[in-house]
């Protein structure tokens, strides 16, 4: 019987069946980790990190040696937020093997006591802290990583967005996990980021506590070739079909960026019925949709934002990729005051994440976000 499911995941956990490619870069972080190394995992944001990390958390070569633990502080703003954060991740993964391991947690966590609920039918306790409960957030943060040193198996703890923790108003965040890290010889850390400015100089810089804690691995986008065959396949065995140099045509917009193909290909699947063919069309329409859901979303984003900035984001979303910005023919070319005022605004665009910066070239970095600005001027509102 042909499956009917939209293969294109594009939120929550990836089933290996849809997860694609990436054996060169999941076989290295397996091995890396399985030999004692800690990793400094780099790519753009949405390339797929955390699904390339929940992929090898999920093979059997970590799954039935490690415990993993997995926490995103991309929204985390201090060191009490990043605790909690990994003290629900320690919980969540924890309870599942059962009542003495949780018992044993809950013992360590100290600092907690009492203040942990539990469950009235089952008697289980729950992880019910709210942030005020972690009163000294250094205090629990040595209790959780004591309880990891003394698990019955090696741990690992992946960090997505590790880069977040220089902007903590604490100055001491560095220098206190790489403390704790450096005593622990029975856990092995991956630290995600799609800022690699930031994460280069916490592991780059010789006067920063990481300095050459950690390998380096890059993601980059799938292979052109591998991405197509994927994405044919899997229209394939669901009885529907694409042209390959239509999944073409959307890998190159996009550059193959994993999230915005996905997405795009997502939407263009549930568009298509059993024995159709996908179109040029139907993408079209796949994509205004996207757009169109995001309106509100971007329309409140350039609400926010000083004339100056905005212009340059236009001129920089036209441009795709753009170049010595500050020059007199850039400058020109999309009516901007000034190279002063082209300074101010980058530093601005990229301080808020709107634009990313690669290989001296400047491009908007949510790129349905550029494709909506592009459509906007090109209807004039």
Same mark, same amino acid.
């Given at each position: $019987? ?14 290996? =069946?849809?997860? @694609? ?29 955390? %699904?390339?990390? /929940?992929? @090898? ?8 040696? *490690? ?23 320690? *919980?969540?993964?924890? &309870?599942? #093997?059962?009542?003495?391991?949780? /018992? ?9 006591? %009492? ?7 089952? %008697? ?11 009163? #000294? ?8 990583? =004591?309880?990891?040193? /003394?698990?019955?198996?090696? @741990? ?7 880069? /977040? ?14 403390? #704790? ?16 400015? $930031?994460? +280069?100089? $916490? ?14 691995? +890059? ?39 994993? *999230?915005? &193909? ?15 063919? @996908? ?34 984001? *236009? ?67």
């Amino acid at each position: $019987m042909q499956k009917d499911d939209n293969p294109f995941i594009v939120t929550g956990h990836i089933q290996p =069946q849809y997860f @694609c490619d990436r054996q060169a870069e999941s076989g290295r972080l397996i091995k890396l980790l399985r030999n004692g190394n800690n990793v400094v995992l780099k790519s753009d944001r949405r390339m797929g990190k955390t %699904g390339l990390i /929940q992929y @090898c958390f999920d093979k059997p070569e970590l799954s039935k040696e *490690y415990y993993t633990f997995f926490i995103d502080i991309l929204h985390t703003t201090c060191l009490q937020e990043l605790v909690h954060e990994l003290g629900r991740a320690v *919980y969540d993964q924890t &309870v599942p #093997h059962g009542k003495k391991i949780t /018992q044993r947690l809950l013992k360590a966590l100290r600092s907690l006591s %009492g203040k942990m609920g539990f469950d009235a039918n089952t %008697g289980m306790p729950t992880f019910s802290l709210g942030l005020g409960d972690i009163e #000294h957030p250094e205090y629990t943060l040595e209790e959780i990583f =004591q309880y990891l040193q /003394q698990a019955d198996r090696p @741990c690992i703890v992946a960090i997505d967005e590790f880069q /977040q923790i220089g902007r903590y108003p604490e100055k001491n965040i560095e220098a206190l996990l790489r403390g #704790h890290i450096q005593k622990i010889d029975n856990c092995r850390f991956i630290f995600a980021g799609s800022e690699k400015h $930031m994460l +280069g100089r $916490m592991f780059d810089d010789g006067n920063r506590p990481f300095y050459k804690s950690a390998d380096s691995m +890059g993601l980059e986008a799938i292979e052109r070739d591998v991405y197509i065959e994927f994405i044919c396949r899997m229209f394939d065995e669901r009885d529907r079909s694409i042209d390959k140099t239509l999944a073409e045509k959307v890998y190159d917009l996009f550059e193959g960026h994993t *999230y915005y &193909v996905q997405k795009t290909m997502n939407e263009a699947f549930a568009s298509t019925l059993r024995g159709e063919q @996908c179109t040029d069309d139907t993408i079209h329409l796949s994509l205004q949709a996207i757009l169109d859901g995001n309106d509100m979303f971007y329309r409140e984003t350039l609400s926010r934002m000083p004339l100056r900035q905005k212009t340059l984001l *236009y001129a920089i979303a036209i441009d795709g990729k753009a170049s010595q910005i500050t020059s007199a023919a850039f400058i020109k070319r999309h009516k901007l005051t000034s190279a002063s005022s082209v300074q101010t605004a980058i530093k601005k665009l990229r301080e808020d994440e709107l634009v990313v910066e690669e290989e001296k070239q400047y491009r908007v970095s949510d790129r349905f976000f550029a494709l909506w600005l592009i459509r906007l001027l090109a209807l004039g509102i």
